[in-house]
C-alpha cells in the first residue's frame, strides 16, 4: 500500500514539476539603439531583464524631439508611440510580440486579448515641443514571447512607429527608429 501511495504521489509531484519546466523563460540580453537624422529620438532602457513565467521583463522607451521646431506627431492606438511589437530581425510582417503598456487600459481604441490585440483605425495626433519628452513603460509578458533571437522594434500591427511634421505645410515622414532587442532563452532551473 505504501508503495503504491509513494508512486502516486511521485507522479503527481513529477507531472506538476514538468509542467512547469515546460515553460521557458527568457531575459532581455541586450538593446541597441542606432541614432538617425530625424528630429526625434527614441531612447530605450531596460528595467527588468528577467521575462519570467509570473513577472514581466520591462523596458522604459522614452520619445524626445531633439530638433529646434515643435513636431506633430500622428500615430493610432495610444499616442504618442501607438501599440509596440517585437518583430525578428529581417522580417517585415507585423510584429510577433506584443509589448504591453498601461496606456492601453485607458485607451478606448485598444482592446488587448490574452492572445491578441486589436485598435481602431483612427489617426491620434499631438505635439511635442522642442526638448520635450515623452516616457512609457512597456512590458514584455512570458508567454507571449514564443523564441530567443533579436528583434526589430516596430508597430504591433505596422512597421512604422509613428509619422510626423514639423510644420503645417509640410508633408508627414514616416519615423522608423531602429532599435534591437536580444532575447535568449534561460533554464528555469537555473
Not at 508503495?3 to 515553460?23: E, K, M, N, P, Q
Not at 530581425?89 to 485607458?106: K, M, N, P, R, W
Not at 514616416?174 to 532587442?181: E, F, L, R
Request: proline letters at 4%; hydrophobic letters at 35%.
Amino acid at each position: 500500500m505504501n508503495r503504491r501511495r509513494y508512486l502516486a504521489v511521485s507522479t503527481a509531484v513529477l507531472s506538476g514539476l514538468a509542467g512547469c519546466l515546460g515553460d521557458p523563460e527568457y531575459t532581455i540580453s541586450s538593446v541597441e539603439t542606432e541614432a538617425d537624422s530625424h528630429p526625434l529620438a527614441l531612447d530605450v532602457t531596460v528595467i527588468d531583464r528577467d521575462i519570467a513565467i509570473e513577472s514581466p521583463g520591462r523596458l522604459d522607451i522614452t520619445l524626445r524631439n531633439t530638433g529646434t521646431q515643435d513636431v506633430t506627431i500622428k500615430n493610432t492606438g495610444v499616442w504618442p508611440l501607438g501599440m509596440l511589437g517585437l518583430t525578428p530581425v529581417g522580417e517585415s510582417v507585423s510584429a510577433d510580440i506584443l509589448l504591453l503598456t498601461a496606456a492601453y487600459e485607458q485607451s478606448t481604441a485598444v482592446e488587448v486579448r490574452p492572445n491578441g490585440a486589436h485598435k481602431d483605425g483612427d489617426p491620434l495626433t499631438g505635439t511635442l515641443a522642442t526638448a520635450e519628452s515623452i516616457q512609457r513603460q512597456y512590458q514584455l509578458i512570458g508567454r507571449r514571447v514564443s523564441t530567443a533571437g533579436t528583434y526589430t522594434l516596430q508597430g504591433y500591427f505596422d512597421d512604422v512607429l509613428l509619422s510626423y511634421r514639423t510644420g503645417q505645410d509640410t508633408d508627414w515622414v514616416a519615423y522608423h527608429p531602429t532599435v534591437t532587442v536580444t532575447l535568449t532563452e534561460q533554464s528555469v532551473l537555473s
